[in-house]
T-cell receptor, first 111, second 109 residues
Framework: NAGVTQTPKFRVLKTGQSMTLLCAQD?????MYWYRQDPGMGLRLIHY???????AKGEVPDGYNVSRLKKQNFLLGLESAAPSQTSVYFC??????????FGNGTRLTVT | GIQVEQSPPDLILQEGANSTLRCNFS?????LQWFHQNPWGQLINLFY???GTKQNGRLSATTVATERYSLLYISSSQTTDSGVYFCAVLTGTASKLTFGTGTRLQVTL
């Protein structure tokens, strides 16, 4: 039972490049989330999904897009990376009213 | 939106000491969780505690929802307790947790 798996673990991009972060969970959770964590700060919600085929904006959605085509996967896309998007990205999943489970994070650097 | 404040922001303990971390929130909540982020960056769920008291080994948590705060107790601290502790809350019909800014704990020998 892998839980929540994020790929890749590390990535370096140049300004303007695009990439997709993949989150996969094997717990049949309905809810999935993408957070970013900047140095010395808490977690800020980027986008989330309450079920397959649905997505919604969080606190800091600008510059990101997401898709939830399959229940177990939640993809986070950066169309044109900017240095301000340098951060650690965490994916999480849960049922309604249940504990949140996090992946191990993706460290992204944009130069 | 709801405000979540944690105190103290930083805490240094000697191994074996006890500590209390506090989480205050500005509105009524349906869901409150405590997380530990270890020095390698992994986020581990410690408690799901919208109200009442729970215990797990040396850790326990109490949420007083009517007074809008939660406390995390760490007894007989160990160096492996080092890291950042976050509380997170969910309000009303919202589907997303709002995180506090965390308490950074360092346990020394």
């Amino acid at each position: 039972n892998a839980g929540v798996t994020q790929t890749p673990k590390f990535r370096v991009l140049k300004t303007g490049q695009s990439m997709t972060l993949l989150c996969a969970q094997d717990m049949n959770h309905e809810y999935m989330y993408w957070y970013r964590q900047d140095p010395g700060m808490g977690l800020r919600l980027i986008h989330y999904s309450v079920g397959e085929g649905t997505t919604a904006k969080g606190e800091v959605p600008d510059g990101y897009n997401v898709s939830r085509l399959k229940k177990q996967n939640f993809l986070l896309g950066l169309e044109s990376a900017a240095p301000s998007q340098t951060s650690v990205y965490f994916c999480a999943s849960s049922y309604w009213g249940s504990p949140l489970h996090f992946g191990n994070g993706t460290r992204l650097t944009v130069t | 939106g709801i405000q979540v404040e944690q105190s103290p922001p930083d805490l240094i303990l000697q191994e074996g000491a006890n500590s209390t971390l506090r989480c205050n929130f500005s509105d009524s909540v349906n869901n409150l969780q405590w997380f530990h982020q270890n020095p390698w960056g992994q986020l581990i769920n410690l408690f799901y505690i919208p109200s009442g008291t729970k215990q797990n080994g040396r850790l326990s948590a109490t949420t007083v929802a009517t007074e809008r705060y939660s406390l995390l107790y760490i007894s007989s601290s160990q160096t492996t307790d080092s890291g950042v502790y976050f509380c997170a809350v969910l309000t009303g019909t919202a589907s997303k947790l709002t995180f506090g800014t965390g308490t950074r704990l360092q346990v020394t020998l």
